[in-house]
């Protein structure tokens, strides 16, 4: 996703490349875990992987996946549907699943996005561990992966994923994403 999406994006959103006074990336004074990224024309600021500060509010949604760029953007698509106060991101799988089993059940997300191909621990394995964890069985899963195989939405789709979707190519399909992630956590659909 990182690739194309700066590069179709890169009339619309400059890449994070180098702010006004040095590198794109750089951590916060207040906060040495926290870190902002500098998009062309403004800093982002960044809560540290796996801040769960703000999980208590209805609506969360974790965002797992270990390309730092790829949260960044993501974060970005949130904050511009007006919505960047929703998400936590961790970027790397075996520490979210241990921040996961040590959240107290009201905290909770109620979305988990989860990328399909990471080191250690992959999508499958964590999706097949939430899957069997009785307290998350009301979050829902939507595996965002960059494989278009059908073999990897089956495969997710056996183990309990909720949607299976393609990184988009665009930043405004991503903006359309997070608009569409947000809607479901927003109005979840009803049983009858």
């Known amino acids: 996703m990182e690739g194309a999406v700066r590069s179709a994006a890169a009339g619309r959103l400059p890449t994070p490349q180098h702010g006004p006074r040095g590198p794109a990336r750089e951590r916060s004074c207040n ?22 500060s703000r999980l208590s509010m ?11 760029a790829d949260c960044d953007l993501f974060g970005l698509a949130m904050e ?54 009785s307290r998350l069985s009301g979050v829902r899963v939507v595996m965002f ?5 059908p073999a990897d939405e089956q495969e997710c789709r056996r183990l ?5 979707v393609v990184k988009p190519g665009s930043y405004d399909q991503l903006v359309g994403l997070a608009r569409r992630f947000t809607d479901l956590v927003n109005h979840p659909p009803t049983t009858n």
């Not at 209805?58 to 730092?68: Q, S």
């Not at 089993?101 to 399909?116: F, Q, Y």
């Not at 309990?160 to 299976?164: R, T």
Request: hydrophobic share 35%.
């Open 160 to 164: 309990g994923a909720d949607d299976y």
């Open 80 to 133: 511009e549907v007006g919505e960047g106060q929703r998400l936590a991101t961790e970027c790397n799988a075996a520490k979210a699943v241990e921040r996961l089993k040590v959240t107290a059940d009201d905290e909770l997300p109620s979305l988990i996005l989860l990328d399909l191909n990471m080191p250690q621990l992959n999508g499958k394995e964590v999706l097949r561990w939430i899957r069997s964890q």
């Open 31 to 52: 906060d040495p875990r926290s870190y902002r990224v500098w998009f062309g024309h403004r800093w982002v600021y960044r809560e540290p992987d796996g801040a769960y």
């Open 58 to 68: 209805p609506g969360r949604i974790l965002f797992i996946d270990d390309n730092a």
């Open 145 to 149: 992966s960059t494989s278009s195989r």
